[in-house]
Each structure stands twice: as C-alpha cells, then as structure tokens.
C-alpha cells in the first residue's frame, strides 16, 4: 500500500469510527435476511403458479432454466456492497457463500481494450463437432479475456448498467440429477439407462439417476449406523441403529476446517467431499481470499466409533458434484479464476489437481469463443484414495452435467441477450451447448460436442440409450423486458458422435416442460399451462421419434419415478382448471402398461402443502416398489414427512404425516433399516415402525 493509500484508509477509518453498523446490516442479521427469503421463496411457489395468466407472455410464467436477464434487489445488494466495503477496509476480501459467488469473480480478469475486436461469443455460431484440446495455456487465458470483452460491450450496450445472468434452476445445480428409486427387476431391465439404486433386503440407499451409478448425499446408512451431516457441515454424526435405542458413538471431522458437501459410505470406508477456502497472506501480511479448492477425505469406518483418516486429495473449485462407478470416483468442480490477471502471470487461471497444474493437454476449449469458469472432473480408485487416475478441465459460461453408465455429457443452457441490449428487442429461444466425454475405469477421453435449440429442465431431460442421446428441450422467446412472449416444445435424438438423427418440433404450444422419464425406447414428459399433459413418446426408431399418447389431469408433476412394471409415479402440484390457484401437493400414480394410452390410476392430494424438496433434490425422495414404500418431506405450515403406499384395487394411501424436526438448513431425508424407518435432518433423528409407523425414538446429535 501507498503513502496516500495509507493516509486515505486512516482518514477513513478516523470518519467511520463512531459509525455503528447498523442492526439489520450485521452477520447474523443477513443471514437471516436470507433464510427468511428461502422461507418466503416456498411460500411463492404456489403463488408463481397462480400468477400464470391464461396469456402466454405472462411475466410471472415461471422461467426455463437457462440463464436471464436479472436486476439484483437493490435492498440486498445494499447490504452485500456494505459488506463487501468493510471486508475490503479490514484488508481481507470476502469468500463467496456458495459455487455462484466464485463463479461471479471471474468477471475481473482483464478485458480487451474498447477498440479491440475481441472474437463474438454469439451462441448462434455453428460449432465443431470434435472437442478440441488447448495446445497451449494463451489459447485458454484468451476464452476468459473474450468473455470479459463480451461482457463490458453488454453492459455499454445496457447504458453501463450491471446485468445479472440468472442462474440455472435449483434442478440444474451441483444438485444432482432426479432418481428412480428401487424398481421391480422387469421394470429395471425396461428402463435401460434410467434406474435408481435398488435398496438391498435390509436398508435403503441413495435415490440415483442412472443406475449402478452411485451418488453421494447427506445422509447414509451401512445397515447398521446412520451417517448424517451435521448443521456445521464440519461433522458427520455416527449413529448405532442396531436396536430400537438409538445413539450416537462417533464422529467424522473433516481437516483444515473444511466445510462437508456429502459424502459415500461404502466397503467401510467413508469417502467425505468438502470445501475449503484459500487464503494468502500479501507481502504487507494483508490476509486475501484466494478462492477455493475442494477435497476428499478418506476414512476408515471399520470402527465407526472411531474413524480414522487415510488422507486426501483435492482440486481446484467449489464442489459441484460426484458419482461412483465400478471403484473408481469422479469428482466434480467449478473453478473461476478468483482474481484479475497480471499481463504474464498464468498460475491463476489454471486449475490444479492433486496439488498439479492440470497440463494444456487436458483442458477442453468452449465450442464458443468465450468462457468464465471450468468444470474440472478428476477420478480416483478407492482402494487409493489418495492419488488421481486422470484429469480434465473444461471451459464453460455455465455447466450441468448428466452421467450415464459411460459417458460423461456437460451441459449448458445458453441464451445471447446481445439483440435485446443493442435494439431493445429479443427473440432469442436459446440452445443447448453438450460435451461428450467418455469415462472408464478412472480413464477420461473426449468425444464429440454438439449444439441443440432450446433449453433443458434438468437432467432428466437427457438420457442415453444403446449409444443414443435424447433430449426433451423447450424454446422461449422474450420481450425486450424479459418477459416470456411464447414456448414450444422439441424431442432430439442423437447419435453417438453427437449427429442429430431425428427429432419431433413444435409440441405444446405456449407450454414449458416441468419434468421428464426416459425408460428405453419410451420417454415421457409434463407440460404445464393450465393442465398438466404427460406426452408419451416412441424413440424405438430414432430416426423417427414419435409422440403416441398424451393425458391431460390438472396441476402438473414436478417429479417422475417408476414404480414397478407399468407405473410411473408423479409427484408435483394440483392446479384448480378454472382459477388456477393451486390446491396442494398431489401425488400420481400413472397406469403406463399401455404407453399410446396412459391413465390416471390414483391421484392423492395433500391440501395446504405448497411444495417439496423432492422437485430440485431428486434425492429426497425415498421410493421402494419391494417395500412398497414412496417417502419425501413437503411444506405446509410445517416441514412434514410424508409415506405413502399403492395398490392396484386400493390405490394411494397416506399411512403417515408427521412433523419433521431439527432446525436446520440441512435437508431431510427418509432411511430404513430392517422394519424401522428413520426421518433424518440434521441434528434430529426420528425413528418408526414399518407397517403401523408408530413412534419408536427419537435422538437430538
């Protein structure tokens, strides 16, 4: 720091040293600003619902889940530019709360000048179909410089206002893709790609999205201890399950304060996954953050009273999500460059694994000219932990991904609001960016990318089979508000290099999808307008997908599950067909023996219930067609877990509804164990019998 830097902070903090900060701008005041907000955010679920006009360029319509122009509160970022203020006055900047905040940072690498002639980002630009390695570390500091570039001529377009891209929805986030839990074995043989970890006789196990593919959570069982995420997400409460007493004999801490996403239990092992945020001291002894890397940590669980670390390994970014295959763990992060660049310093913005810059080699170039973060994927064999099998890093604006039993598709919703900030007009419907990279045993390799129009809902809107990709996309227009003007519908099918074969266009006029099942040679799909119609489409030939059949019931499911050999179960909202306010959560059980003629076989309403986890965490769901068991949590006055059951004569039947407990912004989750069901969240443990699912115990951690 300067003479005059110094003489300037002093006399600031002279000015400032009587100013008391107020009450409603401290810490904890913010941080309950913002749990009240996600509170109020359920409460409007509902309400987004009834504010869908009967016209189509409804403006409360809710979005697709690609990216929108979006104006921050300004109450909020008040507060956040207050903040950040005074962690700059300290002389240490901030860490971001979550994976969005990083990804923001990298907007301060240093752009083109004004008159430079930085190549467009447009996403209209056709692209190569190969993916195409960097040959050298300029190529890649060139996507970030472009994106910058882009984005100082977007906001002097805008009059030098600051443009916000909205980010994906919750379903698109390192949240994980939606699940089939436990399926008859007729019924996972059908669907192919699309199937859920089937629970073992004894205990349940993590809903997933393609089965065989395991994915870590917050909660985990071995048959014997519930392993659950604690509130300081520093903790990982062991709990002995054995009898009916329930009692916690131990603890997994993660290193260096590391901060637990979720974790895998398996083979006596834990497998804990955690962020940790890097600081540097400067050479004035200013302490500044230094972004972020994440790790796994290794333990043995032999001993659950007394777990031992084995060691880690980490890379680059905020942990975004993982899967299990075959012995060997892929590992998810999103690393934004944390800090503007010198003209010749390169180590920033380039990730590292395993404490190794990740080599030219193995980052993939965007299809487009621009990129503002990485995914960087890295893959470990469990029986050693400690070491990486291979690496990759690719550039990307915004990325998602889908994992099939071997391949690896990243995703990105993309939408150009160039036209709408140089003319004040938009038609753009948007397209969907898809990077094909091949896994086996730890092995990474890319395959091909390709670009297709509209956006997806979430990963459930992408599948493969025998070698096809399919994808379910929507098309939207906006106004120069941004505002929905009108949507339509489409069905793509591609080959294995990623050439398109086949499609269906202009489906569901002025209709969004909300959910999406693959299963073999057979897709469905809801819309969502006024009633809720699920499409059943024929993909056996691909070169000529056809829609066979559609229901239309009122509301719309938000989620669908299998549920044994001709049953699909929906999960969403009930919608009244004349006001449109909505009556509650329902639950659906689809007769889907025949799919040219789907029928409602039940349908079971939970009046006052405005929504669930289960419609951005497919994970919180609990589905068991052995058990004959479907569990999740919704809201209504309070948090409630719900169980429900299914027979053909008798239909749904709600067999319990009681209080979820634990405060804390950990999710819920439902276990079983033998004849004992388990509501987790957080620091509260209630456990019932199944079958009459009457109280057995409960345990605070």
């Avoid at 990083?102 to 004004?114: C, M, P, V, Y």
């Avoid at 909660?219 to 329930?246: N, P, R, Y």
């Avoid at 001993?303 to 993982?322: E, F, I, T």
Wanted: some cysteine; aromatic content about 8%.
């Amino acid at each position: 720091m300067t003479r005059s830097e110094d003489e300037i902070m002093k006399a600031i903090d002279e000015a400032t040293r009587d100013i008391a900060v107020p009450e409603a701008l401290r810490p904890q005041a913010i941080e309950e600003l913002l749990e009240a907000a996600q509170a109020e955010e359920r409460v409007q679920v509902h309400e987004r619902v009834q504010a869908q006009e009967h016209s189509p360029s409804a403006a409360a319509r809710r979005a697709s889940s690609g990216w929108r122009r979006r104006a921050l509160p300004w109450g909020i970022a008040a507060c956040f530019v207050l903040l950040a203020g005074a962690g700059l006055v300290a002389g240490r900047a901030l860490p971001p709360s979550n994976g969005a905040g990083e990804n923001a940072a990298s907007a301060g690498l240093g752009a083109a000048d004004d008159d430079s002639e930085a190549p467009t980002a447009d996403p209209d630009t056709p692209i190569d179909s190969r993916i195409t390695a960097a040959e050298s570390y300029d190529q890649v500091r060139h996507c970030f410089e472009t994106y910058a570039a882009e984005q100082e001529r977007l906001s002097a377009s805008n009059g030098g206002a600051i443009v916000f891209d909205e980010a994906p929805a919750a379903k698109d986030m390192a949240v994980p893709e939606s699940a089939d839990a436990a399926g008859s074995s007729a019924q996972s043989a059908r669907s192919g790609s699309t199937a859920s970890a089937v629970p073992t006789a004894d205990h349940s196990d993590t809903n997933v999205r393609t089965e065989g593919v395991d994915e870590a959570d917050i909660v985990k069982t071995d048959g014997e201890h519930l392993f659950i995420l604690q509130d300081s997400a520093t903790e990982i409460a062991v709990v002995d399950a054995t009898d009916d007493a329930m009692r916690k004999v131990g603890s997994i801490v993660a290193s260096d304060q590391g901060q637990i996403a979720e974790f895998y239990v398996r083979d006596g092992k834990a497998f804990v996954l955690a962020n940790v945020s890097l600081v540097r001291t400067d050479e004035d002894g200013t302490e500044v953050y230094g972004g972020s890397e994440m790790r796994l940590e290794t333990f043995d669980v032999t001993d659950a009273r007394n777990p031992k670390s084995l060691g880690l390994v980490s890379q680059s970014g905020w942990y975004q999500s993982s899967r299990l295959v075959d012995g060997y763990l892929y590992l998810f992060s999103t690393y934004a460059v944390p800090y503007a660049l010198e003209e010749d310093d390169i180590e920033p913005f380039i990730p590292r694994v395993a404490g190794q810059a990740v080599a030219c080699q193995d980052i993939y170039l965007p299809p487009l000219a621009s990129a503002n973060q990485y995914l960087v994927i890295a893959s470990i064999n469990v029986d050693d932990p400690t070491q990486t099998v291979d690496q990759k890093a690719v550039l990307s604006d915004s990325n998602s991904q889908y994992v099939s039993a071997g391949n690896i598709y990243v995703y990105e919703n993309a939408r150009s609001f160039m036209p709408l900030a140089r003319s004040g007009e938009a038609d753009d419907q948007g397209r969907i960016t898809v990077r094909k990279i091949a896994y086996h045993d730890g092995k990474l390799e890319g395959v091909a990318q390709a670009k297709v129009s509209g956006t997806l809902n979430d990963s459930f809107s992408i599948d493969e089979h025998e070698g096809m990709l399919r994808l379910v996309t929507t098309l939207s227009s906006w106004d120069a508000e941004g505002a929905q003007t009108t949507s339509t519908n489409e069905v793509h099918v591609l080959d294995e290099n990623l050439e398109e074969v086949g499609s269906i266009t202009g489906l569901a006029e002025d209709e969004r999808v909300y959910s999406a099942r693959f299963f073999g040679d057979t897709a469905y799909f809801v819309t969502f307008r006024e009633t809720d119609p699920l499409y059943t489409v024929d993909l056996s030939d691909p070169a000529n997908p056809q829609i066979i059949g559609s229901l239309k019931i009122p509301g719309f499911s938000e989620y669908l599950h299998p549920y044994g050999e001709g049953r699909l179960l929906g999960i969403g909202m009930d919608v009244d067909e004349e006001s449109g306010v909505t009556n509650g959560m329902k639950v659906t059980m689809f007769d889907v023996s025949d799919p040219a003629d789907v029928q409602e076989a039940d349908t079971f309403v939970i009046e006052g219930a405005y929504g669930s986890d289960v419609f951005s965490d497919y994970r919180a769901a609990l589905v068991s067609v052995e058990r004959n068991i479907i569990g999740f949590s919704g809201y209504a006055d309070r948090e409630t877990y719900y169980v429900f059951d299914y027979d053909d004569g008798e239909g749904l039947d709600q067999i319990m509804a009681e209080e979820v407990n634990g405060g804390t912004w950990v999710g819920t989750r439902g276990v079983f164990i033998d004849d004992t069901f388990y509501v987790v969240k957080g620091n509260a443990v209630e456990s019932y019998r199944i079958g009459t699912y009457e109280k057995v115990d409960d345990v605070l951690l």
